[in-house]
């Protein structure tokens, strides 16, 4: 598949001759000679089929996708389709845990358009290369687009176009500043849509007369999420699983890019940690590293930014991803080092678990913000650290390096709570989108920034005037009212700097978060592969696949302790040699079958 792992012919096959059905079901192209598509005039596109799992290796749901192959030409700002941001599905998720008093307490809905950009219409004249399923494959005849196929550069926009009027018709208001979230004021219920991803908060009546609503116009999948019967406790959305409890709900992140993170690191067999990362001298480079070559750098670099996508689901170490990820550009073995000890973090904690316990409306976000003033002693520039939380509800954190060098720590608290003062308009919007009437707070553990926001002028911090100016009027005008807090209770301290485990565990239980052991149910398998037991002297191979030697004495040698079905290649595993490596052509192969008869091969 287009992930690189193996499928079966047969499940490929099936999956595309359902894809076929669904284009003539559809009416997705009509076909026509060559003569017919010149007199028309347009342009024609190749195409290729897109196959993937979108179960795991034990359960199996292999999918099919016939995609145009547009090129894009040039950029063109009518084509833009908006996609709603993290922090919408834990609004939603917030709201279904918002007791109000009534008897009857919400849910969540999750539905999946199936072939979603087959229902908006394409305005233009596009062909498209008839695929070899086709029965008039082979024929010179091509396809005339009548919807929007895959793949197609307006196929987004016109989706989202076809969705939004449909939502609209049926009494919903369509976000202003975010287009792809949506709310209907009497009903109550709240809406976001991720591409063919529905994802809505309301009562069980109202929830039921919305999926009437989309099975009306679409072909949809549909899960209900709550306690009870005929609803599911757990489900998965957007690539992260949903929980519901006696207490209020729980989102946890896909627990396989932690798990992939340790594998392609190759620490398998390494102790874990408690921290994700160390302060002061202990996280400078060494006087022996050196810059990371060849296919080391790729390896670095595709790692780091798995661990990036995974920082806005985990807080108690996004600090140390964002850290690495500033090393991207020239990473050192210092680099890989310091990455390194991430992935031995993760391996402790591979579970952050986000809690929304039931709570009544809320009616402000508390935003806490904190700086660590020329805390890289690389470069010296400061790192901004901010929490967003409605009531008990952790809905974003962040962290972000300062784009300039602050001459002071009050200067950096002030950028800091400029951040969050911007994240907390942002997030006003949002929720007004959502169809709640907000407020905002900041609460930070500066005394000197908030002595500059709370007088009138710029005084003796010129060279800063805009900022300063900015967040003086909204204070002024009691739009951003500015609390000050006990650093010790200011969780947004975790997201600044490198903390001791028991500060960060502190900080992590004010977020309302909670590590946990085993694995979700609803969570997509890694590997099937079953561990056979180690036999005779293979038990002192060690606990796990690992480099017994790299490169001493010109040889690589690697010791198995997972059964293996096709001969080691080096090159495709963490810490083996790079490309520039120079390797002789010999590979030797020695193990036990699984029978027990030793054996070795040679080539």
């Known amino acids: 598949d287009v992930t690189g792992a193996d499928l079966n012919v047969e499940d490929v096959k099936a999956a595309r001759q359902l894809e076929m059905e669904y284009f003539k079901k559809l009416g997705v192209y009509e076909v026509m000679t060559r003569e017919e598509m010149e007199k028309i005039g347009g342009k024609i596109i190749g195409t290729r089929w897109v196959d993937v799992n979108k179960g795991d290796s034990v359960n199996v749901d292999c999918r099919s996708r016939l995609v145009g192959r547009?090129?894009?030409?040039?950029?063109?700002?009518?084509?833009?389709?908006?996609?709603?941001?993290?922090?919408?599905?834990?609004?939603?998720?917030?709201?279904?845990?918002?007791?109000?008093?009534?008897?009857?307490?919400?849910?969540?809905?999750?539905?999946?358009?199936?072939?979603?950009?087959?229902?908006?219409?394409?305005?233009?004249?596009?062909?498209?290369?008839?695929?070899?399923?086709?029965?008039?494959?082979?024929?010179?005849?091509v396809g005339k687009l009548k919807l929007c196929l895959y793949g197609t550069r307006d196929a987004a926009k016109g989706w989202q176009e076809t969705l939004s009027a449909h939502?609209?018709?049926?009494?919903?208001?369509?976000?202003?500043?975010?287009?792809?979230?949506?709310?209907?004021?009497?009903?109550?219920?709240?809406?976001?849509?991720?591409g063919d991803d529905y994802v809505s908060s309301g009562r069980s009546a109202d929830l039921l007369w919305l999926e009437k609503q989309l099975e009306a116009a679409y072909e949809i999948k549909t899960q209900h999420l709550g306690l009870g019967r005929g609803l599911m406790s757990e489900g998965k959305v957007l690539n992260r699983i949903i929980?519901?409890?006696?207490?209020?709900w729980e989102v946890e992140a896909d627990p396989r890019h932690a798990e992939l993170v340790v594998e392609q690191l190759g620490l398998q067999g390494e102790k874990s940690v408690a921290t994700p990362g160390l302060s002061g001298q202990d996280e400078d480079d060494l006087p022996e590293d050196v810059p990371?070559?060849?296919?080391?750098?790729?390896?670095?670099?595709?790692?780091?930014?798995?661990?990036?996508?995974?920082?806005?689901?985990?807080?108690?170490?996004?600090?140390?991803?964002?850290?690495?990820?500033?090393?991207?550009?020239?990473?050192?073995?210092?680099?890989?080092?310091?990455?390194?000890?991430?992935?031995?973090?993760?391996?402790?904690?591979?579970?952050?678990?986000w809690r929304f316990d039931f709570q009544g409306p809320m009616e402000l976000i508390d935003l806490y913000t904190d700086a660590d003033w020329a805390g890289c002693r690389r470069s010296r520039k400061s790192t901004s650290g901010g929490v967003a939380m409605i009531g008990n509800h952790c809905i974003k954190a962040w962290a972000k390096t300062q784009s300039v060098i602050a001459k002071s720590s009050a200067e950096s608290e002030l950028y800091s709570v400029v951040k969050g003062a911007t994240e907390g308009l942002g997030l006003i919007t949002l929720c007004n989108d959502l169809g709640s009437d907000v407020g905002t707070r900041l609460n930070l553990d500066a005394t000197a920034a908030k002595g500059i926001l709370d007088r009138q002028?710029?005084?003796?911090?010129?060279?800063?005037?805009?900022?300063?100016?900015?967040?003086?009027?909204?204070?002024?005008?009691?739009?951003?009212?500015?609390?000050?807090?006990?650093?010790?209770?200011?969780?947004?301290?975790?997201?600044?700097?490198?903390?001791?485990?028991?500060?960060?565990?502190?900080?992590?239980?004010?977020?309302?978060?909670?590590?946990?052991?085993?694995?979700?149910?609803?969570?997509?398998?890694?590997?099937?592969?079953?561990?056979?037991?180690p036999q005779g002297e293979f038990l002192e191979g060690g606990d796990c696949d690992r480099w017994h030697e790299r490169g001493a004495q010109g040889r690589w040698v690697r010791w198995h302790r997972t059964p293996r079905s096709s001969l080691f290649n080096p090159r495709k595993v963490s810490n083996g040699p790079g490309r520039k490596t120079r390797l002789s052509s010999i590979r030797e192969t020695i193990g036990i079958d699984e029978t027990g008869r030793r054996f070795r091969i040679r080539d």
């Open 70 to 141: 547009e090129f894009n030409v040039g950029r063109d700002d009518a084509l833009y389709a908006a996609t709603p941001p993290l922090e919408a599905l834990r609004i939603i998720v917030s709201d279904a845990a918002t007791v109000g008093g009534g008897d009857d307490t919400k849910r969540l809905m999750v539905n999946d358009v199936r072939r979603a950009y087959f229902y908006a219409k394409i305005d233009r004249d596009v062909f498209i290369e008839l695929p070899e399923e086709d029965p008039e494959y082979g024929t010179g005849k």
């Open 292 to 353: 990371l070559v060849g296919d080391d750098i790729s390896a670095f670099r595709g790692v780091a930014a798995r661990c990036n996508y995974m920082g806005p689901d985990r807080p108690d170490c996004n600090f140390a991803i964002k850290e690495c990820c500033r090393e991207m550009s020239a990473p050192t073995t210092g680099s890989l080092r310091r990455l390194k000890r991430v992935g031995r973090y993760l391996k402790r904690y591979p579970r952050l678990v």
């Open 457 to 533: 002028g710029i005084s003796k911090v010129r060279h800063i005037d805009v900022n300063v100016l900015w967040l003086q009027q909204q204070v002024a005008k009691k739009l951003i009212p500015l609390v000050k807090v006990d650093g010790s209770l200011n969780c947004a301290d975790l997201l600044t700097k490198h903390l001791g485990a028991q500060v960060q565990q502190r900080h992590v239980e004010m977020m309302q978060m909670d590590f946990r052991d085993g694995r979700s149910q609803a969570a997509a398998q890694l590997h099937s592969m079953e561990e056979l037991q």
């Open 167 to 194: 939502l609209v018709k049926a009494g919903f208001t369509r976000g202003v500043g975010h287009p792809s979230v949506f709310h209907h004021k009497a009903r109550g219920i709240k809406t976001l849509v991720h």
């Open 243 to 248: 929980r519901a409890t006696s207490t209020g």
